[in-house]
């Protein structure tokens, strides 16, 4: 994956809450309890239906911090070319383009949804979450939250071969959980949370497949600021790295390097050939009305 080195990046977009301590309740044990928690954290879409839910939410902490220091280490292509948050915040910039563009010919209006980077745990109007939880998105708050150690963790705990690109796929994941808020569909579909079959499994994987449809038009995308693609070069062995990363937080995969066994009907994001169904499926034919896992 290369970015345009010219490009302007809009730090806007993400808030850099790294270093700022969180507070109150806390899912899970901290970064080392990935596997622990199994696939039923990792990725989710709300903290705090895993056990924040009946507690009052803290409030968000480090709200009013600015984007100075993405803005200042982050400004162009050529910024994401060589740092890992510079890198992850122009996806979040790509995926919000695409997005934007997508409603907006559909006639609908996009809302953007800030990216959060923080380090360990982080509050948020779902709860207050630590790293175990993985990347996440929060309904009630309209943001997508990332502890980029989460990256190394999926190597050595998940055995994905990681990349660039993988990490754009967690990205493009959590911002389909924002489309899917937007277009009413996480509230209509509500429901059972665990379960091969169950609402949870196809939630997560039409948003893989919204990831996928996001790649397919990613060097194609034009940002706001230019006019031209942000991201000028993806590869087979990028896809490939993609799909590397969605085998490996398949539940099944998940469940059988933690416990040596599957059990389905605990699962709540799909099976490891699911969650790469789905993402081909968007990557192949770039249109958001293929996703459709709830047919």
Known sequence: MQFDDDAELDASQVQDRRGIPGGGLTVGGG????????????????????G?????????????????????ACRTGADA?????????AVVNSVQAYWQGEFTARGRSYAPAAGVLFTDRVATACGTATS???????????KAYFDL??????????????????????????????????????????????????????????????????AHHATTTPQPSTGRPLITRLTDQDIALALDAAGSVGDDRIQQRATGRTNPE??????SAQRQQWFTTGYRTGDMTKCDTFG
């Open 31 to 50: 970064v080392i309890g990935l596997l622990g928690l199994l696939a039923a954290l990792l990725f989710g879409v709300d903290p705090g239906l895993f």
């Open 52 to 72: 924040a839910a009946d507690q009052p939410a803290a409030p968000p902490v480090g709200q009013a911090t600015s984007s100075a220091q993405l803005n200042a």
């Open 81 to 89: 070319n060589r740092r890992q948050d510079c890198r992850v915040l």
């Open 132 to 142: 175990a939880v993985g990347p996440f998105y929060c309904p009630g708050d309209r």
């Open 149 to 214: 150690g989460f990256f190394d963790d999926m190597g050595r705990q998940l055995g994905a071969q990681g990349g660039p690109f993988a990490e754009a796929y967690v990205v493009a994941h959590e911002y389909g959980h924002h489309v899917q808020n937007l277009l009413g569909t996480t509230a209509r579909v509500g429901g059972d949370r665990q379960g091969a079959d169950s609402a949870s499994v196809k939630l997560e994987l039409q948003a893989d497949c919204y990831a996928g449809v996001w």
């Open 266 to 271: 605990s699962w709540t994001h799909g099976s």
